[in-house]
């Protein structure tokens, strides 16, 4: 599975921004029992789970996003997206998406939020 994160920016604490990450190399029956995640690393900490969605849709979150993240899913598009709300300065970081099943990783999205 190859996965291309993208949709990261700069924005002032309080705003909003949508990733996505689009699967290729994978067929759409796989992409749909996969366990799909979007992860996050700061600079100097190490990388953690922001949120993740199974094939059935079920989701679970990091606890510092809860309430302002959601996770959601495109199965005809082979797509999962992020849309991220009240931004803090804290949720500066890489942003990654990752395939369970292939334990793939996209390349990474750049999220900087400014105060």
């Known amino acids: 599975v190859q996965l291309q994160a993208f949709g990261g920016g700069l924005v002032q604490a309080g705003g909003s921004l949508r990733l996505s990450c689009a699967a290729s190399?994978?067929?759409?029956?796989?992409?749909?029992?996969?366990?799909m995640g979007w992860y996050r690393q700061a600079p100097g900490k190490e990388r953690e789970l922001v949120a993740d969605?199974?094939?059935?849709?079920?989701?679970n979150y990091g606890d510092s996003v809860k309430g302002r993240f959601t996770i959601s899913r495109d199965s005809a598009r082979k797509r999962i997206y992020l849309q991220m709300n009240n931004l803090k300065p804290e949720d500066t970081a890489v942003y990654y998406c990752r395939s369970t099943w292939s334990d793939s990783w996209g390349q990474g999205t750049v999220v900087t939020v400014s105060s």
């Open positions: 969605i199974t094939g059935s849709g079920t989701t």
């Open positions: 190399r994978t067929i759409t029956s796989v992409f749909n029992r996969d366990t």
